[in-house]
């Protein structure tokens, strides 16, 4: 079993930071690509930022400048650290990561539940 667990939302003022967490636990071999996605009410999944096991990394152009996701690959986290938030950025927010787990080896995408950030004043 392989379970990613998100924390980290919460209520902001416009301007104001959050940091995100997420952490994979279970029977992981390893993982590949981890993610932030999000999703506000009333509109579709989006990417927000991934960033692979090279440690490259990718964002939404929404958040380019403001955003920042990094990893802890010992301890299978990963973060996004959020600054200058505006209301547009409410949403739910959603951890990913693609993972082989072991015994037996099976290749999957998992998602967290999910933890809401609010931006408002």
């Known amino acids: 079993q392989v379970q990613l667990v998100e924390s980290g939302g919460g209520l902001v003022q416009p301007g104001g930071s959050l940091r995100l967490s997420c952490v994979a636990s279970g029977s992981i071999f390893s993982i590949n690509a981890m993610g932030w996605y999000r999703q506000a009410p009333g509109k579709q999944r989006e990417l927000v930022a991934d960033?692979?096991?090279?440690?490259?990394?990718n964002y939404a152009d929404s958040v380019k400048g403001r955003f920042a996701i990094s990893r802890d690959y010992a301890k299978y986290t990963v973060y996004l650290q959020m600054n200058s938030l505006k209301p547009e950025d409410t949403a739910v927010y959603y951890c990913?990561?693609?993972?082989?787990?072991?015994?037996?080896?099976?290749?999957?995408?998992?998602w967290g539940q999910g933890t809401q950030v609010t931006v408002s004043s």
């Open positions: 990913n990561a693609d993972i082989t787990r072991r015994s037996p080896y099976y290749r999957a995408d998992y």
């Open positions: 960033i692979t096991s090279g440690g490259s990394t």
